[in-house]
């Protein structure tokens, strides 16, 4: 999986790459809409506090904390249930957050078809799903 084509789709799906976007009432700010509670969790992942909430509007600095961000929580998610990285368990923990990844999937299912569109313009393919009406042999 590559990050940096990830974030570049979620860059297309949060904001259409407008840095200066603010959504859910205010609080998501910038290019990949971050919240104040991802700045604060990339600093405690960071150990101290690098990012500021100004920095949700710099491009660079969002790519680096979602980054950040993504990195920590897929190894979370590879250790605590086994799973392995993916383009859709990124993108869904980015839009649903960690535990609401794990609690309800569900819930992130619009946004992840958003993003796989967007991976797809940019050259990310997929495996194509295997009809369950095989003939059998």
């Known amino acids: 999986m ?3 084509l990830l974030i570049t789709a979620l860059i297309a799906v949060e904001s259409g790459g407008d840095c200066s976007a603010k ?3 205010g609080r998501a700010v910038g290019c990949l809409q971050i919240h104040p509670g991802v ?3 990339v600093n405690r992942v960071y150990e101290y506090n690098r990012y500021t909430l100004l920095d949700r509007k710099e491009e660079a600095a969002s ?3 979602a980054t950040i961000y993504l990195v920590y929580y897929l190894a979370k998610l590879r250790k ?4 392995n990285s993916s383009y859709e368990a990124a993108a869904r923990i980015w839009n649903g957050g960690y535990h609401g990844y794990i ?3 569900g819930a992130t299912d619009e946004y992840w078809k958003k993003v796989k569109i967007e991976l797809e313009k940019i050259g990310v393919s997929f495996p194509k799903k295997v009809s ?3 003939p059998k042999v």
């Open 2 to 4: 590559n990050l940096s």
């Open 39 to 41: 700045v604060s969790d």
């Open 80 to 83: 605590n249930h086994g799973e």
């Open 63 to 65: 790519r680096q904390m």
């Open 23 to 25: 959504g859910d009432n």
């Open 103 to 105: 609690k309800n999937r």
């Open 132 to 134: 369950a009406n095989l």
